[in-house]
């Protein structure tokens, strides 16, 4: 499940931020050199170095030498701060140019681009969006991303639901390949030497004609990725089956 959410604080505020509204954004003592961005900058960076989970006003502030109260002075609080990363992460995240190629050319490289959003910043993975910080990155993102669906026939509602499935898979992928990272970095052991301990033991205390279909598929799964999950394999099949999922939803002319 999600540890942080975008939106969490005032909307009002953090559309302010997020827009760089500055006859809406209240002063709070001085600015002591500090630019919004380099304050929005340093936070990115103690959470794709850290994690989410320690990130903190206090902790940006060491980050940047400088004291809690002076962060204070550009955001409210960590709520809004994190919709600053997240609108930030956004507008600097790849966006390949898809003009004139086919539309499941389009899509995947729409998903090769959240992919690496979240392959370079791990943490947004762990954010729900449900209530999106709808900043200018955001909506550049959400822009461009629409454009690979433009003009095939669907229906602006369609569009947008198409986007989504598509999106949601890549989130679900690449959550399931961070966790596997995680589990390899926790335990010094790759899935293959995991498996070359477990493996004669299961073999000694499972009978395969008690489970035959598991031990079948399974071991021929293993052999054909060697793991049972092997992220490249099961990123490309799921793509594929998505990419056929949206083909249903179009006209037959397309």
């Not at 790849?94 to 681009?113: H, I």
Request: with cysteine; charged share 25%; proline share 6%.
């Amino acid at each position: 499940m999600p540890t942080e959410m975008t939106n969490g604080g005032d909307p009002a505020r953090t559309l302010a931020l997020l827009w760089r509204d500055e006859a809406a954004i209240p002063r709070r003592g001085p600015r002591r050199g500090l630019s919004l961005d380099q304050v929005v900058d340093a936070a990115i960076a103690v959470a794709d170095a850290e994690g989410l989970a320690v990130l903190s006003i206090r902790r940006v502030a060491q980050a940047l030498d400088t004291s809690p109260m002076t962060l204070y002075t550009h955001v409210p609080g960590k709520a809004e701060l994190l919709d600053l990363m997240i609108d930030s992460a956004y507008a600097r995240m790849p966006r390949t140019g898809t003009a004139g190629r086919p539309w499941r050319e389009k899509l995947t490289a729409v998903a090769a681009d959240n992919r690496t959003l979240f392959r370079d910043h791990p943490w947004t993975i762990a954010v729900s969006t449900q209530r999106p910080a709808l900043g200018p990155g955001a909506l550049g993102k959400y822009e461009h991303e629409l454009a690979a669906l433009d003009g095939l026939g669907l229906t602006d509602v369609q569009m947008d639901d198409c986007l989504t499935y598509l999106l949601l898979f890549v989130h679900a992928a690449a959550r399931t390949e961070h966790e596997a990272r995680v589990v390899r970095e926790a335990t010094a052991m790759t899935d293959e030497q995991w498996w070359a301990a477990a493996g004669p033991v299961l073999g000694r205390l499972v009978d395969p004609d008690a489970f035959p279909l598991a031990s079948r598929v399974g071991a021929a799964a293993g052999e054909a990725h060697g793991s049972a999950y092997e992220p490249e394999h099961v990123y490309e099949f799921g793509l594929g089956r998505v990419l056929d999922g949206v083909a249903l939803v179009l006209p037959r002319h397309t």
